[in-house]
């Protein structure tokens, strides 16, 4: 198994999961048992910020025996070596794969950007996972194409923080 991502996505996501959880736990320390005023929807900032890096940042690319997975900030799609047709660069630079039955599946975790016309870490990966649908094509059975929502354990877990937060913060009137 492959994974491919941008490295600066995995450091900035973890970089600001690291600051706003510290943040968060400021405010924590610094409200103490009283509830009143902005300091708790000032939480729930924090971990909406980390819901919001945690999902777009955690994208990527998974190469798997005979099935490519693009794991997107919402959904995920498993798609067989079998089924795709060709992979490319759409007219942004975004990674594309396009399936044997006319769908196109996009890569957030490729998707254009001005640093990677310079950089080329889309190209380098539509080529890495060409090379890899060739090589395996023809191996056991996969399955169909698939989609399903993408489950990010530390985004989900934050976002129920940020939910609990927003509770809180409308059941003390704020």
């Known amino acids: 198994m492959k994974t491919l991502r941008r490295r600066s996505y995995r450091v900035i996501s973890e970089f600001v999961t ?98 990677d016309r310079f950089v080329g870490s889309t190209e380098r990966a539509v080529k890495q996972i060409e090379d890899h649908r060739k090589r395996d094509s023809g191996s056991r059975d996969p399955g169909e194409f698939g989609q399903k929502f993408t489950t990010a354990w530390i985004a989900d877990f934050s976002m129920g923080g940020a939910l609990v937060c927003a509770a809180v913060a409308v059941a003390v009137g704020i």
Do not use: H, Q
């Open 18 to 115: 690291f600051s706003f959880g510290v943040m968060a736990a400021v405010i924590v320390v610094d409200l103490g048992p009283v509830l009143e005023g902005g300091p708790i929807l000032g939480i729930a900032m924090c971990f909406v910020v980390i819901v919001m890096t945690r999902r777009i940042m955690g994208s990527r690319v998974v190469l798997d025996g005979p099935i490519v997975t693009v794991i997107n900030p919402l959904m995920t799609y498993s798609v067989p070596c079998k089924e795709i047709s060709r992979v490319s660069l759409g007219g942004d630079g975004t990674l594309v794969i396009w399936t044997r039955g006319g769908e196109k599946v996009l890569s957030v975790g490729f998707g254009g950007s001005l640093i």
